[in-house]
């Protein structure tokens, strides 16, 4: 049985007094059977795992660096991450592809980094509107899933989370159908399946993309939905425990 993970992604919002509101909201609030982690900005990881040192709420960064140490000018190490309490790192974010233009392989290679350090990467994925149009969304899932694939072994998978982001979806306030989202899931699981069927179906997968407490229940309930990645509904402690609680 795969327990739900409802994580927070912050971007790059709010003020360090806002961030200490939030996450002072969160731990307050009932946030019912679910596992819960915030991903907030870099320069707010260490107050706010300071904040979350006793809690069971976990922390994760929004990126993390290809590279283990040196001049690589802006970016945050694994190492670092870890020193700050992070547990799981976002990678592979539609806005880090598309405005950073971070390429399949550089998501990969971030992704291994992750595990090496002993981070869960959150690896997202998932298709733009053209692409969905173009019927070629497993396509585009497949090319991103198996460009980490050939750099990580199979059993990496075991140690991260996936989350299926339509771009489209994301920030739009258009949500993907629960029947669509379960199809592309089912399709990410019966692909790692088919390279371990074990690990497949312990892998946690979660949907992102306009996600909030009036939908989550039934996207939620689908079958190999286990979770969520929130982005604006996160940054409302009740939206974010809402979400939590109608698994
Ligand atoms: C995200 O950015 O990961 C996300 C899902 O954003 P939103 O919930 O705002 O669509």
Redesign the pocket.
């Known amino acids: 049985m795969r327990s739900c993970l409802i994580a927070g992604?912050w971007?790059m919002n709010g003020s360090l007094q806002s961030a200490i509101e939030l996450i002072e909201g969160i731990r307050q609030g009932d946030r019912g059977q679910a596992q819960l982690a915030v991903c907030p900005p870099a320069v707010y990881l260490m107050k706010i795992g300071g904040m979350l040192s006793d809690s069971d709420i976990a922390l994760g960064a929004q990126n993390v660096c290809d590279q283990e140490a040196g001049a690589y000018t802006g970016e945050v190490s694994a190492g670092m991450l870890r020193e700050c309490g992070c547990r799981y790192v976002?990678v592979g974010?539609?806005?880090r592809r598309s405005l950073y233009g971070e390429s399949d392989q550089l998501v990969a290679a971030r992704f291994a980094m992750a595990i090496a350090a002993g981070l869960t990467p959150i690896l997202?994925v998932g298709e733009t509107l053209q692409e969905r149009e173009q019927e070629i969304t497993e396509k585009v899932v497949a090319r991103q899933l198996d460009a980490v694939l050939e750099s990580s072994a199979i059993g990496d998978f075991a140690k991260a989370v996936i989350?299926y982001?339509p771009v489209w979806?994301?920030?739009?306030?258009k949500v993907a159908t629960p029947e669509q989202a379960q199809a592309v899931h089912a399709f990410i699981r019966g692909k790692l399946a088919e390279a371990d069927d074990g690990i497949a179906q312990q892998l946690q997968i979660l949907y992102?993309?306009?996600?909030?407490p009036s939908n989550a229940a039934e996207l939620l309930a689908q079958t190999d939905i286990d979770g969520?990645?929130?982005?604006?509904?996160?940054l409302k402690a009740q939206d974010f425990l809402a979400i939590a609680q109608s698994i």
């Open positions: 992604n971007k976002i974010h539609s806005e997202c989350a982001e979806a994301i920030g739009t306030g992102g993309g306009s996600m909030n969520g990645l929130i982005g604006g509904a996160s």
